[in-house]
């Protein structure tokens, strides 16, 4: 005769009740698994400096320093008109 067998389908008692509970292994803490998110360093709006689609940082014209964003947004029509020309522009033939 098992454990099992000598308790009653509707029993009571704490191994009974415990067998019930189903707690997901990722919810048990352990040394191996690390809950915690990893730390990233904050976007370039909170770093103060623009970046483009390949995360590269753009350069003032002249002086090869990082743009600050309020001088991104205050000359934005110009800055987004010489990229245009820029990718228009034809290689010249030497």
């Known amino acids: ?27 048990t803490p352990n040394r191996r698994k690390h809950n915690q998110p990893v730390k990233k360093s904050g976007n370039s709006w909170e770093k103060g400096t623009v970046r483009d689609n390949r995360n590269m940082t753009q350069l003032l014209p002249g002086t090869l320093e990082p743009m600050p964003i309020k001088t991104y947004v205050e000359k934005r029509h110009e800055i987004e008109e010489g990229k245009r020309k820029m990718a228009q522009a034809k290689p010249q033939e030497e």
Request: hydrophobic content about 35%; aromatic content about 4%; glycine content about 0%.
């Open 1 to 27: 005769m098992s454990a099992s067998d000598s308790h009653l389908a509707d029993c009571e008692c704490f191994t009974c009740k415990i067998k019930t509970i189903q707690v997901s292994p990722s919810a």
